[in-house]
């Protein structure tokens, strides 16, 4: 049973560029969240989608853009990259609802932005 | 607005010895969930356990053991006979469910825990 997985691993990209970060959920589930986390710091609530709709959204500008497929997965669109979206990535899935379910997570995405 | 407060930056510990992570959280919701991850140095986040806010009953889950509060709004996690492999960032985090909207998960700071042979 595959985990969530994400791609690329490493990404280094320069100021005002663009970048995209895909992911695939675990088996059986059907959102997606993304987070990001700056180095010593927890991780972040970026956005999540279910049924290829945004339904949440953490305190990100609209730089921050995502997209959800039929099939579940997931990507992550930055545009006019800063210094500051140097960090982590990270991608996790679980069973849409307000049932509490747990987001299991997938290995990250590490962008450094110079 | 929800928070979430891990005070402990960075514990150390010698092997063998039990530690305490301590979490202490802010609800406006009388329904919501809480949750320990951990995350090793490569990177991934762990799922250790999930707990509602309906059942303040205490868990054992072998050298782990969690203690949640209402009272105090705390949710602390003991590792007992700590182990080398233990070491990592451990994070808790919360999770208030809202209509037609999903389950965004709000997290502490963390806590690196170094474990010493």
């Known amino acids: 049973d595959a985990g969530v997985t994400q791609s690329p691993t490493h990404l280094i990209k320069t100021r005002g560029q663009q970048v995209t970060l895909r992911c695939s959920p675990k088996?059986?589930?059907?959102?997606v969240s993304w987070y990001q986390q700056a180095l010593g710091q927890g991780p972040q609530f970026i956005f999540q989608?279910?049924?290829?709709?945004?339904?949440q959204r953490g305190n990100f500008p609209d730089r921050f853009s995502g997209h959800q497929f039929p099939n579940y997965s997931s990507e992550l669109n930055v545009n006019a990259l800063l210094l500051g979206d140097s960090a982590l990535y990270l991608c996790?899935?679980?069973?849409f609802g307000t049932g509490g379910y747990e987001q299991y997570f997938g290995p990250g995405t590490r962008l450094t932005v110079t | 607005a929800q928070k979430v407060t891990q005070a402990q930056t960075e514990i150390s510990v010698v092997e063998k010895e039990d530690v305490t992570l301590d979490c202490v959280y802010e609800?406006?919701?009388?329904?919501?969930?809480l949750f320990w991850y951990k995350q090793p140095p490569s990177g991934e986040l762990v799922f250790l356990i999930r707990?509602?806010?309906?059942?303040?009953q205490n868990e054992i889950s072998g050298r782990y053991s969690w203690n949640f509060q209402k009272s105090t709004s705390s949710f602390n996690f003991t590792i007992t006979a700590s182990q080398v492999v233990d070491s990592a960032v451990y994070f808790c985090?919360?999770?208030?469910?809202?209509?037609?909207?999903?389950?965004?998960?709000?997290f502490g700071g963390g806590t690196r825990l170094m474990v010493k042979p």
């Open positions: 985090a919360l999770s208030e469910p809202h209509n037609n909207a999903g389950n965004m998960l709000t």
């Open positions: 707990r509602n806010s309906f059942d303040e």
């Open positions: 989608y279910y049924e290829e709709e945004e339904r």
């Open positions: 088996s059986g589930h059907d959102t």
């Open positions: 609800t406006r919701d009388t329904t919501y969930y």
């Open positions: 996790a899935s679980s069973l």
